[in-house]
């Protein structure tokens, strides 16, 4: 499994980006999706996940009412929609997949097994 984000760039607090990650392999659909998030000087963060065929979906609190994440398993795509970002969203992004089937928590790191480059999203105030 290959994870592959795009999408990051420039945008101004109170604006929107979206932010996406293509998944090469035929497991897509049996995959937990995540997003994490790493800021200068700070530790990788949990941002959000969504489950195998996006039923359901958990965000941290820090981004909960603003953004939100989704998947199509038709284009072994996911993707993360930002809206009303802040200056301290700015990080750089990463998707993560779990292994096949997995059942557990969602919300660490230890949960995926693939991850891939990431996508600088910056925030100008």
């Known amino acids: 499994v290959q994870l592959q984000a795009s999408g990051g760039g420039l945008v101004q607090a109170g604006g929107s980006l979206s932010v996406s990650c293509a998944v090469s392999?035929?497991?897509?659909?049996?995959?937990?999706m995540g997003w994490f998030r790493q800021a200068p000087g700070k530790e990788r963060e949990f941002v959000a996940a969504v489950t195998w065929n996006g039923g359901s979906t958990y965000f941290a609190d820090s981004v909960k009412g603003r953004f939100t994440i989704s998947r199509d398993n038709a284009k072994n795509t996911m993707y993360l929609q930002m809206n009303s970002v802040k200056p301290e969203d700015t990080a750089a992004y990463y998707c993560?997949?779990?292994?096949?089937?997995?059942?557990?928590?969602?919300?660490?790191?230890?949960?995926?097994?693939?991850w891939g480059q990431g996508t600088l999203v910056t925030v100008s105030s």
């Open positions: 993560a997949a779990t292994s096949p089937g997995y059942v557990g928590r969602f919300n660490y790191a230890g949960a995926y097994a693939n």
């Open positions: 392999g035929r497991t897509f659909s049996r995959l937990v």
